[in-house]
């Protein structure tokens, strides 16, 4: 069974939508930046469905996302959900394992 990193990363090369669960909330996202935050694995995703603590805005979100807090990870295929500021410096990953080619 492939890890949650494994299927992030195969999302970013691909391009493709993951589902699941982050922190008990459905998820539904695409991971644009996978690698670690101060030696803690996070990834970096645009968040177009699902839900979380604060809950989440028409449209979608950036949502950097600890790996341990995730679950029930699978990948699908679906449009590629990003918004224009995607270029823009982030501070969710410090040591980058793979991000998304534009």
């Known amino acids: 069974m492939p890890t949650n990193f494994q299927i992030l990363k195969q999302a970013v090369l691909e391009k493709k939508q993951v589902v699941g669960s982050y922190d008990g909330f459905p998820c ?4 644009h930046v996978v ?3 101060r030696g803690i ?7 177009f469905g699902g839900g979380s603590k604060t809950g989440l805005p028409p449209g979608g979100e950036w949502k950097c996302m600890r790996l341990d807090g995730l679950s029930n ?3 699908r295929d679906g ?3 990003t918004r224009d500021d ?3 410096p982030q501070r969710c990953v410090d040591e980058i394992e793979v991000e998304v080619a534009y």
């Open 28 to 31: 539904e996202m695409c991971p």
């Open 35 to 37: 690698g670690l935050k």
């Open 41 to 47: 694995p996070n990834v970096l995703s645009f968040q």
């Open 73 to 75: 990870l699978s990948l």
């Open 79 to 81: 449009p590629w959900h």
């Open 86 to 88: 995607h270029s823009e």
